[in-house]
């Protein structure tokens, strides 16, 4: 328990340190990732596409 309060307060530090910059570099894999996603989802759903 302990320890995972732990690893809960470090991801939040790292966060709170790290916010733009992650932010600026996670934002376009996460968006590349969601559209990727919906295309893949919207073609299986659609056959005649």
Do not use: H
């Not at 590349?32 to 893949?40: A, E, F, R, V």
């Amino acid at each position: 328990m302990r320890k995972r309060k732990k690893e809960a307060e470090f991801m939040r530090s790292m966060k709170r340190s790290n916010s733009k910059a992650w932010s600026r570099t996670a934002t376009p894999y996460v968006i590349l990732n969601l559209i990727s996603l919906g295309t893949t989802r919207c073609r299986s759903a659609t056959p005649e596409d």
